[in-house]
């Protein structure tokens, strides 16, 4: 790499681009996009949890319902058979246990429900299923005893109850002792004790069931309260990015901009500030500026400056004219003649004739204020205004004169000796033409008068 592009790269300016700032808010704008929509997802899959949980619930007591109706609804058609002998009730019990199978139904969909959530609870289940299952064997026994003992027609009844075995001792009853003892199954202790002992296991299932469900709905409250925290944070970081967004933007795009419409406005230089491409444009339009602002010093110098002694040219003397005519201070106009300076041209060149208007430039800037304004308005004729003078100080501006005079007369090296000439007029309401007919006058009076001195207007 050549020492040029070495010496640029360390003048670029350091700062942040708006590249990068428009990568990061993008980037992170997607990054929290996603998270919200997972988040969304999230919420969601937990809503329909909920509300599966709460259907299975649901679902799960009237299961328990149809466990215990149909459980109920199997007495209650074995009873009536037994009271009345009507074959119909027999049949009722069969087409439910057989073909309804409310019972068997529930007791399969409570297992599967059940399956992956609580051993103890299946095993209770099982264990009711087991017991029903008893307990249809001694309601058909109890259908099948009614049935001889009614000496019914076995072929009209359900095949179940034509298949039951009855014990030799059961055979041997007579038909009142056998419609006692099917009578004794269905309505005595034991029968109630092994319903209770049924519907106690089916509501130890049905207490397991709200436990499984609360536990489910606990947790799933857990998750969902976890995820719309979390909604919540990403909500207020987006809201965070966006202000941080803002402020990045006012910072580093938009203070810039208006910082830098006020500054072309009022043609000043930028203020280096912003992002890395607003300081590289100030940087840029700065250094255009400074040699702008250079290149005009140098041409305002040599549009009001003479080019040969550097004083103020006509030029700006016809300017200065114009801004004297309102200056309510008082003022002093004096006109500058060389004397006899075509006779140094002509003796000495023209080169020792500039070199006599430099030195008359030289000490008229050595002797008059900073606040004065000197002028070379012609060839061999000067001009300055001396501001702000009172008439009664007019000895001040006559020392200055002589003093210069006084250098002329006595020049050091191969100089040769020449004078000044000089009318002065004051003026207390600023410039007008008369004053400088004044100047002029007093101007002519003094070289009228042996030039080498200085002539006061007076009326």
């Known amino acids: 790499m050549s020492k040029e592009k070495t010496e640029r790269r360390k003048d670029l300016p350091r700062g942040i681009r708006i590249r990068t700032i428009s990568i990061w ?24 949890e909920l509300i599966n949980m709460t259907s299975e619930y649901i679902h799960s007591q009237n299961n328990i319902m149809d466990m215990s109706l149909g459980s109920r609804y199997l007495t209650e058609q074995t009873r009536f058979y037994i009271i009345t002998g009507d074959s119909t009730y027999a049949d009722a019990y069969f087409t439910e246990a057989d073909v309804t199978r409310r019972r068997d139904n529930a007791l399969q969909e409570m297992s599967a429900y059940l399956e992956d959530t609580d051993d103890a609870s299946l095993n209770l289940l099982a264990d009711a299923l087991r017991l029903s299952n008893e307990l249809m064997d001694v309601e058909i026994h109890a259908m099948k005893l009614a049935a001889v003992s009614a000496n019914a027609d076995l072929t009209s009844l359900p ?17 009142q002792k056998k419609a006692d003892a099917a009578y004794q199954l269905v309505f005595g202790p034991a029968y ?26 606990e947790n799933s409250h857990v998750s969902m309260s976890r995820v719309l925290n979390q909604q919540l944070f990403y909500t207020l970081l987006v809201v965070a990015l966006v202000v941080l967004a803002y402020v990045m933007i006012a910072v ?9 419409i006020n500054s072309i406005e009022n043609n000043d230089a930028l203020q280096i500030t912003g992002a890395y491409e607003f300081r590289y444009l100030a940087i840029t339009y700065n250094n255009i500026y400074e040699m702008a602002a250079a290149q005009q010093s140098i041409l305002r110098r040599k549009a009001e400056n003479d080019a040969l002694t550097g004083l103020l040219n006509r030029a700006s003397f016809e300017q200065m004219k ?3 005519r309102d200056l309510s201070q008082p003022f002093a106009l004096l006109l500058i003649d060389v004397d006899v300076f075509k006779s140094i041209n002509d003796t000495y060149g023209h080169e020792m004739g500039d070199k006599a208007l430099i030195r008359v430039a030289n000490l008229l800037k050595e002797n008059f204020r900073s606040t004065d304004h000197v002028f070379r308005i012609g060839g061999d004729e000067f001009a300055v205004v001396v501001t702000p003078i009172q008439v009664e100080n007019q000895n001040i501006i006559s020392e200055k004169i002589d003093n ?24 207390s309401d600023g410039y007008t033409d008369e004053l400088f007919r004044q100047a002029d006058k007093a101007l002519y009076h003094t070289k009228e008068n042996g030039r080498c001195g200085y002539t006061f207007f007076t009326t």
Not at 25 to 48: E, P, Q, W
Not at 159 to 175: A, H, R
Not at 252 to 260: D, G
Not at 406 to 425: C, E, K, M, W
């Open 252 to 260: 580093l795009i938009l203070k810039p901009i208006r910082l830098y």
């Open 159 to 175: 095949s179940k109850i034509q298949d039951y075995p009855l014990s030799e001792e059961e055979l041997q009853l007579d038909p």
């Open 25 to 48: 808010i993008v980037a992170s704008t997607i990054l929290v996009s996603v998270l919200i929509l997972f988040g969304i997802r999230s919420v969601m899959n937990h809503y329909h």
């Open 322 to 324: 114009t801004r004297l």
């Open 192 to 217: 109630i004790e092994m319903q209770q002992k049924i519907e106690a296991q089916l509501q130890s299932v049905s207490d397991s069931v709200i436990l499984v469900c609360s536990q489910r709905q």
């Open 404 to 427: 210069i005079n006084h250098a002329l007369q006595n020049p050091t090296g191969d100089f040769p000796r020449y004078s000044l000439s000089v009318g002065i007029a004051f003026s």
